[in-house]
């Protein structure tokens, strides 16, 4: 080695081989974007979930509350019936009991406010601590209930099996085009001692692969059917979605015509019940015993009542995850 060199040396890629590299980067950064579509709209659903949770326990909370209050109010009157003949001791124990099973669930339902409390801070931090208004501020239109299946096609999810579909056929395109063969050139030129002439050389390489033809491809097989597998995925993905939308459409239309029962007929005779048992008492027909149970009654539909309403709104929400109806979301937020 007695001379000194300097060259430059490029290896050329075949243009189909940059092209799919190319798409199939441009298809994982749909890939990415796509999940945090997917992302997105299942933290909204979370959040609207997770104030419903809260809702729903800290009314419980507020009627279990009034129950109590009613059957303390009445225990005063019963024990002063006991001192002057006018009640039974046994009266006075069935009703310590049925308070206390009402104490029972009131701090059942407050245990269970603070626990949905502290997932909804999950997503709102400290303001999942305050107290939110008595009624629903959700806005339901049932309009938007019967946006048709194909609606799913736009759902992230899908939208991010189809993305993952991409970038399988991608690599399949580009394991097929890895089977092109680059070639590079050189060119150098040596200086050599001074009784020595100098040297400029150039060279070509090119790979000459042996008996391509009967050769496996086994990458690109591989690639493939990692192609079939993605397709079958998304099929997958589709009917999980329907079968989703089928399960809220029930639970919403079964809500609502629970809630028409209610309204139509449960809560009117619980109102009827109360107002006969307020009536007799004045007559001095009932007791008022008889009066403050009718209240309970009343107060324990109303309370199914909600539950039936958060239920819908549950469903609600469902749907909109599904179908994107930004409606459904309107509000949602304490």
């Excluded at 000194?4 to 799919?20: C, D, F, H, L």
């Excluded at 029972?104 to 502290?118: V, Y």
């Excluded at 919403?252 to 109102?271: K, S, T, V």
């Amino acid at each position: 080695m007695t001379m000194s060199t300097i060259g430059v040396m490029q290896e050329v890629t075949p243009q189909a081989k940059r092209e799919a590299a190319s798409r199939q980067m441009e298809a994982v950064a749909g890939q990415y974007h796509a999940e945090q579509l997917a992302m997105v709209r299942a933290i909204e659903r979370d959040i609207a979930l997770a104030w419903l949770d809260v809702f729903e326990n800290q009314r419980k909370t507020e009627l279990y509350t009034r129950i109590a209050h009613e059957m303390a109010a009445e225990r005063k009157v019963l024990n002063a019936r006991i001192s002057s003949g006018g009640s039974q001791p046994i009266d006075a124990l069935r009703l310590e009991t049925q308070l206390s099973m009402v104490n029972d669930k009131t701090l059942f339902a407050r245990g269970n406010e603070q626990k949905a409390r502290a997932m909804l801070a999950r997503w709102i931090g400290t303001a999942a601590q305050r107290a939110l208004p008595p009624e629903l501020p959700f806005q339901t239109d049932a309009a938007g209930l019967i946006a048709p299946e194909a609606a799913l096609e736009n759902h992230p999810l899908v939208q991010t099996a189809k993305q993952i579909e991409n970038v399988a056929s991608s690599d399949a395109d580009r394991a097929r085009a890895e089977r092109q063969l680059n070639w590079s050139w050189e060119v150098m030129y040596g200086k050599r001692r001074s009784d020595l002439s100098d040297m400029v050389s150039f060279q070509v390489a090119i790979d000459l692969p042996w008996d391509r033809a009967n050769r496996q491809d086994r990458r690109t097989a591989e690639k493939l059917v990692l192609v079939e597998k993605a397709r079958k995925l998304t099929e997958d993905r589709r009917r999980e979605l329907a079968a989703e939308l089928e399960s809220a459409r029930a639970e919403w239309e079964i809500a609502g015509m629970r809630d028409a029962e209610h309204q139509a007929r449960l809560i009117p005779a619980a109102q009827a019940q109360l107002s006969v048992a307020q009536a007799g008492y004045a007559a001095g027909r009932q007791s008022l015993a008889e009066v403050w149970e009718a209240r309970r009654g009343l107060i324990e539909v109303e309370l199914e009542h909600w539950a039936i309403l958060v239920d819908q709104q549950r469903a609600a929400v469902r749907l909109a995850y599904l179908l994107d109806n930004r409606r459904f979301f309107s509000g949602s937020q304490p």
